[in-house]
Nanobody, 113 residues
């Protein structure tokens, strides 16, 4: 299993980023999937989830700003992030929901004020 998250970077507050996660070793559309994040010194938290049936759910802190999506043919999980805030700064990971014990390296998002 590989979970390769990419797309992070440095962005100013109010800006946008698109994260994507290339999944290998299982079929994304057959599993409940999610994006998580971990800020420095804090516990990893759930950001957004995409169920097998196509339902989405978001943490209150990102609702209305982030959108989770699937590219089924490419086995890719996306996270579109708009109106970014400094408090969104974290390493972002994708994984199943509930998460597998194996995590990828994640991708760092830094939002400057």
């Amino acid at each position: 299993v590989q979970l390769q998250a990419s797309g992070g970077g440095l962005v100013q507050a109010g800006g946008s980023l698109r994260l994507f996660c290339k999944v290998s070793g299982f079929t994304l559309s057959f599993n409940d999937m999610a994006w998580y994040r971990q800020a420095s010194g804090k516990q990893r938290e759930l950001v957004a989830e995409f169920s097998r049936s196509g339902q989405t759910n978001y943490a209150d802190s990102v609702k209305g700003r982030f959108t989770i999506a699937r590219e089924i043919m490419k086995n890719i999980l996306d996270l579109y992030m708009n109106s970014l805030k400094p408090e969104d700064t974290a390493v972002y990971y994708c994984n199943q929901r509930p998460a597998l014990s194996q995590w990828g390296q994640g991708t760092l998002v830094t939002v400057s004020s």
